[in-house]
């Protein structure tokens, strides 16, 4: 099993990042996959979640500026990530299942700062 976060980085606060997860090694397509973020100062938070429905699950912390999809053809789920502010700076995760989480990837970092 496998996955590979990519599109983290350096954004100003109101800018926007796509960040990306190649998964390999298990069945995609069937799979729940979620995002979650670390940082000092809130910890390990749940941000987002897809389902293998199309349902979808959103932190209220991120509601209305990020949005998650998959590509099942491709093995990748994109979290896009909008009007970014300070407090969405810390790494990002991406992990299979919903709750619980079976399996992390190694993460992508993200600052938001002036």
């Known amino acids: 099993v496998q996955l590979v976060e990519s599109g983290g980085g350096l954004v100003q606060p109101g800018g926007s990042l796509r960040l990306s997860c190649a998964a390999s090694g298990f069945t995609f397509s069937t799979s729940p996959m979620s995002w979650a973020r670390q940082s000092p100062e809130k910890g390990l938070e749940r941000v987002s979640a897809i389902y293998n429905d199309g349902r979808t699950f959103y932190a209220d912390s991120v509601k209305g500026r990020f949005t998650i999809s998959r590509d099942n053809a491709k093995n990748t789920v994109t979290l896009q990530m909008n009007n970014l502010k300070p407090e969405d700076t810390a790494d990002y995760y991406c992990?299979?299942?919903?709750?619980?989480?079976?399996?992390w990837g190694q993460g992508t970092q993200v600052t938001v700062s002036s």
């Open positions: 992990a299979i299942g919903g709750v619980p989480v079976t399996y």
